[in-house]
């Protein structure tokens, strides 16, 4: 099993910016796909962004030309980039790692990003 650590996560005002990584261990991370999903209090958690192991991407319609999703398979750390971030971004950020054909589909414990004045 993937064992996922999330990190740059902080309070930041609107419009500024962060960087959260995700670093995994072992050696499946390169042959995985890896996503970002966020959850505020009493929400659901919700799909942020992906990156396949091919290094496609998809992004969330209300992230979209904000932020950036990233992997270094070398270091097994994948990256998201927020910039321009608002309020409603606020949330508790999860790592996912998945490779479906091996039954592997790890989370992270989170890292909170909190965007206020």
């Known amino acids: 099993q993937v064992q996922l650590v999330e990190s740059g996560g902080g309070l930041v005002q609107p419009g500024g910016s962060l960087r959260l990584s995700c670093t995994a261990s072992?050696?499946?991370?390169?042959?995985?796909?890896m996503g970002w999903y966020r959850q505020a209090p009493g929400k659901r958690r919700d799909l942020v962004a992906t990156?396949?192991?091919?290094?496609?991407?998809n992004y969330a319609d209300s992230v979209k030309g904000r932020f950036t999703i990233s992997r270094d398979n070398a270091k097994n750390t994948g990256y998201l980039q927020m910039d321009s971030l608002k309020p409603e971004d606020t949330a508790v950020y999860y790592c996912n790692v998945a490779q479906s054909l091996l039954g592997v589909d790890s989370w992270g414990r989170g890292t909170q990003v909190t965007v206020s004045s």
């Open positions: 072992g050696s499946i991370f390169r042959i995985a796909d």
């Open positions: 990156i396949s192991s091919r290094g496609s991407t």
